[in-house]
């Protein structure tokens, strides 16, 4: 079964520190492109950060630029999203997205995880 399941959500004081973790099964993140997306109440979808599985470039959103860090794990085929000086409106659903382009976009993602809830607290 190809799937992504998404770890490492929780509730964190503002200033703090989690990573969250991707874990793909039936393929794998050295050929297909992953990326974070999340959503807050009553807001649209955001594009947060994507890594290409060719080339290794990487995109952050201006929202978490210098403190979010995209990276990935070929042998454990998981995709990390290091989040560092966390802000309450990082509150959200971090949704893990794949596709097998290997353009950083936010378009043309075929496989979702179901969402890890993020939680910062003022």
């Known amino acids: 079964q190809v799937q992504l399941v998404e770890s490492g959500g929780g509730l964190v004081q503002a200033g703090g520190s989690l990573r969250l973790s991707c874990a793909a099964s039936?393929?794998?993140?050295?050929?297909?492109?992953g990326a974070w997306f999340r959503q807050a109440p009553g807001k649209e979808r955001e594009f947060v950060a994507a890594?290409?599985?060719?080339?290794?470039?990487?995109y952050h959103s201006d929202s978490v630029k210098g403190r979010f860090t995209i990276s990935r794990d070929n042998a454990k085929s998981t995709v990390y999203l290091q989040m560092n000086s966390l802000k309450p409106e990082d509150t959200a659903v971090y949704y893990c997205?794949?596709?097998?382009?290997?353009?950083?976009?936010?378009?043309?993602?075929?496989?979702w995880g179901q969402g890890t809830q993020v939680t910062v607290s003022s």
């Open positions: 039936g393929r794998t993140f050295s050929t297909y492109t």
């Open positions: 890594i290409s599985w060719s080339t290794s470039a990487t």
């Open positions: 997205a794949s596709k097998r382009s290997p353009t950083i976009s936010s378009a043309a993602y075929d496989l």
